[in-house]
């Protein structure tokens, strides 16, 4: 199992000369899809060197600019680029409108499919179930209607304990695979040998989840509950948490309340409001609940590697 | 008079890591207007020092990508930032749409006056005149509906020659702004004194001339005769014409014909495609038929200055 996530941009509000807005690129069990699109993701794309043809699930979180608005040019340059291979957008109601209306303004046809999946439901749902990962949505609190995602890998095939295996001559490699399902094996006179003896478990799914924006609200605690990697806003610190009720943020603090009641393994904070002089104060705000805590950061990559 | 040029972008297509896609910033007699927006603009304004607050005007020539993807930031980024002032876009007919369908999506409705001109006539009109600047479009050959800019200072008053002035005591301070006004000075005794003789010219108004994107077409060199700069653009090299012709661009030694058979000042290159490894080849073939000849580049900053 393997996951490698590469933050684009992490600020929130509007691109700076030394802040992006908003992207992150995911592989995931071989599955390669981008989290939200600000403008200027397509130049972080390939100042990180991500091969933009082999990403085919775009998750949009809701329509706030430092979200969407590099969207658009994504898709006209994958068009320019002659994609030929499907790309399937998720995002709030409204989504396909917006791209389809500037794609016929301008001519710009895309010869590619081009799918969307516009979401509008409250209630959290499995968007998006293949043989590799599947993905949820998580609802969230904020100004407009918004959805964090959850990404799971699927559980794999237990692995063969060969030297188990072995000792068994009556087992054949035409078993193997009822073995691989999980299946005990049934010697001739009907009696069973325990699966757990002639396998290892598989490695453990992957899973990691993406909250932003949100107020503080712990409806989505059980939707993220042992996760491997929560990213979780904080566009502020706590002194400023008045402020965060307010626009419907949540603070570093209330990012480490959230990542400690569902016991996930790793906290990332991201979605800075441009007033702090230093992203090390979110990190120490939020470690005073909880570790371990990543700061993201533009071009940081974060990989997770499970193995048994 | 007073005109500087500031290159934001000047590439084709899609922007990449060291290629920035349309827009130029322009103070003219002490306005301030932004020409095509491309995705990235804002960030562009933010590296070169532009102060935002002060654009008040910005000339979108048509609904391609490369030169408009930016302008929904650049809106949002106003209102992050608190303007007030009015913003007056113009752009092909859609525009309005365009922009007001995003802004209603994302609940992010502007607090300051936003006007849009929407333009679709195929003759060239003055779509803007007021006391410093008047602007005149130029209507364009490109695959959608393109028109590009010309940009020209309001002639200033005539300047008093105070040498003369002072040879007749019958002049008096009150009749300083019809000698300004070019009117000539009546004696008591009707006789009168012509006005050259009390007056210098005021300093020649500068022109600009903004032309891209377009296949060559003579039909704009009368719109843009004698100008003092003119931008037009050179997708391609000759070696490309059938490229050109085929995407409605024009090559460098294209540019140089309208600018030599309009009698322009100065030309300026841009709108480069990315085949080519170096912009000097541009320079190299425009300047077989041309001369003086700038390439624009991100950065680069163009000043006029018209003295008498």
Not at 9 to 29: D, F, I, K, W
Not at 124 to 147: C, F, G, M, Q, W
Not at 153 to 172: F, W
């Amino acid at each position: 199992m393997s996951f490698k996530l590469t933050i684009l941009g992490c600020h929130s509000a509007t691109p700076r000369t030394l802040a992006h807005t908003s992207s992150q690129y995911v592989e995931m069990n071989n599955e390669r899809f981008l989290i939200d699109c600000g403008e200027g993701t397509q130049r972080q794309l390939r100042k990180y060197k991500v091969t933009f043809s082999k990403i085919k699930y775009v998750f949009i979180s809701h329509l706030h600019g430092d979200h969407f608005f590099g969207l658009i040019g994504l898709i006209s340059t994958f068009s320019l680029l002659n994609r030929k291979t499907e790309l399937h957008i998720y995002g709030p109601k409204g989504i396909k409108e917006i791209i389809l209306l500037q794609l016929k303004l301008s001519k710009s046809w895309v010869d590619y499919p081009l799918y969307f999946n516009e979401l509008d439901s409250k209630e959290s749902e499995l968007i998006l179930d293949n043989a590799k990962i599947e993905v949820h949505t998580i609802p969230l609190k904020h100004r407009v209607y918004t959805n964090g995602f959850l990404f799971k890998e699927k559980v794999k095939s237990r692995k063969l304990n060969m030297s188990a295996v072995k000792l068994h001559p009556e087992i054949d490699i035409c078993d193997y695979q009822n073995l691989k399902d999980g299946k005990d094996f049934k010697n001739e006179d009907g009696s069973l040998i325990d699966n757990k003896l002639l396998t290892h478990d598989p490695p453990a799914p992957i899973s990691y989840a993406y909250c932003s924006d949100t107020a503080f609200t712990e409806s989505i605690i059980p939707l993220v509950k042992d996760v491997d990697l929560l990213y979780h806003e904080s566009t502020f610190l706590d002194k400023h948490e008045e402020l965060a009720t307010k626009t419907k943020h949540s603070t570093a603090y209330q990012a480490a309340t959230i990542a400690l009641k569902a016991s996930v393994k790793k906290l990332i904070l991201g979605h800075y409001s441009s007033r702090y002089d230093s992203l090390e104060l979110f990190k120490e705000e939020a470690e005073q609940l909880f570790r371990p805590v990543i700061l993201a950061q533009a071009g940081k990559e974060i990989k997770v590697s499970n193995q048994n």
